[in-house]
């Protein structure tokens, strides 16, 4: 088992491969031919992208945080859509890209999900486990 500072060092240096995968995307060109088409047909597969990747890093940030709770959970979806915004503006510079509101709000949507989800399921899988050890329903 890992003590437990280094499984806090790890969970924050999941936070920065997401952060630093997350940046790398959104700024190389986007593959000729890719799919526009998203699940459902609601909305393109790009806000999908944009939805999984913040709230990947909102979970892995809440995750990786000190905190519980919905405050907590709060903050880290926060953090998660300014990195997001912050992307967005770099993205202005690069020629191949644009800015895109709608891919802020798959951020913003995305990032409450993710760290709804590390708030909420977490915490219920954790006390399920526990109860399975002691050999209780």
Same mark, same amino acid.
Request: charged fraction near 15%; include cysteine; glycine fraction near 12%.
């Given at each position: 088992m890992f003590h437990r500072a280094a499984r806090n060092r790890l969970r924050w240096v999941v936070v920065g491969c997401l952060a630093v995968g997350l940046l790398v995307a959104s700024v190389i060109s986007s593959p000729a031919g890719a799919a526009t088409g998203g699940p459902l047909g609601l909305v393109g597969l790009d806000k999908w992208l944009h939805a999984l990747g913040y709230g990947a890093l909102a979970a892995a940030i809440a995750a990786a945080g000190s905190g519980r709770g919905p405050r907590a959970a709060l903050l880290a979806a926060l953090a998660a859509l300014c990195y997001g915004v912050a992307v967005e503006a770099v993205q202005a510079f690069v020629p191949a890209r644009r800015v895109d509101a709608a891919d802020v709000v798959a951020n913003g949507v995305g990032a409450v999900v993710g760290a709804t989800l @590390?708030? $909420? !399921? /977490?915490? !219920? @899988? *954790? *006390?399920?486990? /526990? $109860? !399975? *050890?002691r050999g209780r329903p």
């Amino acid at each position: 088992m890992f003590h437990r500072a280094a499984r806090n060092r790890l969970r924050w240096v999941v936070v920065g491969c997401l952060a630093v995968g997350l940046l790398v995307a959104s700024v190389i060109s986007s593959p000729a031919g890719a799919a526009t088409g998203g699940p459902l047909g609601l909305v393109g597969l790009d806000k999908w992208l944009h939805a999984l990747g913040y709230g990947a890093l909102a979970a892995a940030i809440a995750a990786a945080g000190s905190g519980r709770g919905p405050r907590a959970a709060l903050l880290a979806a926060l953090a998660a859509l300014c990195y997001g915004v912050a992307v967005e503006a770099v993205q202005a510079f690069v020629p191949a890209r644009r800015v895109d509101a709608a891919d802020v709000v798959a951020n913003g949507v995305g990032a409450v999900v993710g760290a709804t989800l @590390v708030d $909420r !399921a /977490v915490p !219920a @899988v *954790r *006390r399920t486990l /526990v $109860r !399975a *050890r002691r050999g209780r329903p």
